[in-house]
């Protein structure tokens, strides 16, 4: 799977996705007072879903105001894509080196029983 991301007809970048998994992208408009957010985004995520590994891919979030136009374009899987700005795979994860998974330690539970009598 591949996309390019324009805005205001310029080129952006192209990202993909090889094999399983899913492409998306994403028009963020926020107005959280509060926080003083008013900002609008689009960006393009991607994860690649393996037999073994799932892995996470984040192209730059581009901002945008208001007038401009955002273009997505679907293209053929073959062609050149830029390289994600943010990469992360499932096996990298820290909830993956469980300490107790991967302990070698034994441990043994006596139990003691006494008759009446």
Do not use: C
């Amino acid at each position: 799977m591949r996309l390019s991301l324009s805005v205001n007809g310029h080129p952006r970048y192209t990202a993909s996705v090889n094999g399983a998994g899913y492409l998306s992208a994403h028009l963020n408009m926020q107005s959280r007072p509060k926080e003083n957010d008013y900002s609008r985004t689009v960006r393009v995520d991607g994860t690649e879903t393996e037999e073994t590994e799932t892995v996470r891919m984040k192209w730059p979030a581009q901002p945008l105001n208001i007038g401009d136009v955002v273009e997505i374009k679907i293209l053929p899987n073959d062609g050149v894509s830029d390289r994600a700005a943010e990469v992360k795979k499932s096996s990298e994860a820290p909830t993956n080196s469980s300490p107790i998974r991967n302990s070698q330690k034994k441990y043994s539970i006596q139990f003691e029983t006494s008759t009446p009598g």
